[in-house]
């Protein structure tokens, strides 16, 4: 017989249309904490002068503990810095080998992932699919839609942090970047090896 106190379930609300949840705050990121990340240094900076909404999203407030589910919602907002297309920081978990779930609730886009080996994949999203991120990738979400938010449902194991910093220092691989009217995925000129 188990000693341990029942816990109570969690009901969380969020929007299937905007993502946005009418009970919790989001946390936020402008292009002043973004600037860095893209590669027309120039563009970036002049959108950082008006520190323009990148991305939103909502932690619903389960324990970061192993046996967990974390989960939120998270929205990128339309936009382009020069030709690189709204995205957020993009993140490796803290215990590498976690997995998360993305499931596209609105908009388009790509998840772009990365091992620390070098290996990249990406992925579409599309409004119904979901993208499973394996265990060892980095990962980013893009917005790749002119003119609507990308809007998707993460899911990942409680215990499983966040490393953002290798992000922010080295990068990704690839970027994704408007070519003819249409998203390309080409090699990053800023990638530090």
Same mark, same amino acid.
């Given at each position: 017989?188990?000693?341990?106190?029942?816990?109570?379930?969690?009901?969380?609300?969020?929007?299937?249309?905007?993502?946005?949840?009418?009970?919790?705050?989001?946390?936020?990121?402008?292009?002043?904490?973004?600037?860095?990340?893209?590669?027309?240094?120039?563009?970036?900076?002049?959108?950082?002068?008006?520190?323009?909404?990148?991305?939103?999203?909502?932690?619903?407030?389960?324990?970061?503990?192993?046996?967990?589910?974390?989960?939120?919602?998270?929205?990128?907002?339309?936009?382009?810095?020069?030709?690189?297309?709204?995205?957020?920081?993009?993140?490796? %978990?803290?215990?590498?080998?976690?997995?998360?779930?993305?499931?596209?609730?609105?908009?388009?886009?790509?998840?772009?992932?990365?091992?620390?080996?070098?290996?990249?994949?990406?992925?579409?999203?599309?409004?119904?699919?979901?993208?499973?991120?394996?265990?060892?990738?980095? %990962?980013?979400?893009?917005?790749?839609?002119?003119?609507?938010?990308?809007?998707?449902?993460?899911?990942?194991?409680? %215990?499983?942090? %966040?490393?953002?910093?290798?992000?922010?220092?080295?990068?990704?691989?690839?970027?994704?970047?408007?070519?003819?009217?249409?998203?390309?995925?080409?090699?990053?000129?800023?990638?530090?090896?």
């Amino acid at each position: 017989m188990s000693t341990t106190a029942p816990r109570p379930a969690v009901v969380t609300d969020f929007s299937l249309v905007t993502g946005l949840s009418r009970t919790k705050k989001p946390l936020q990121r402008r292009m002043s904490a973004m600037a860095g990340m893209y590669a027309d240094q120039e563009a970036a900076e002049r959108l950082a002068e008006e520190d323009v909404l990148v991305y939103e999203f909502f932690d619903m407030g389960v324990p970061q503990s192993s046996g967990e589910v974390a989960y939120g919602t998270s929205i990128t907002y339309p936009g382009k810095v020069g030709d690189e297309y709204f995205m957020t920081k993009g993140h490796f %978990h803290s215990v590498l080998d976690t997995a998360e779930i993305y499931y596209c609730l609105r908009g388009r886009g790509l998840m772009m992932m990365e091992n620390p080996e070098g290996d990249v994949q990406w992925q579409e999203f599309t409004p119904g699919q979901g993208v499973y991120v394996p265990g060892r990738y980095a %990962h980013r979400s893009i917005n790749t839609s002119p003119d609507e938010p990308l809007i998707t449902f993460f899911a990942f194991p409680g %215990h499983a942090g %966040h490393d953002y910093g290798t992000i922010e220092s080295k990068g990704f691989r690839k970027i994704v970047v408007e070519r003819d009217g249409a998203p390309a995925v080409v090699d990053n000129p800023k990638w530090a090896r």
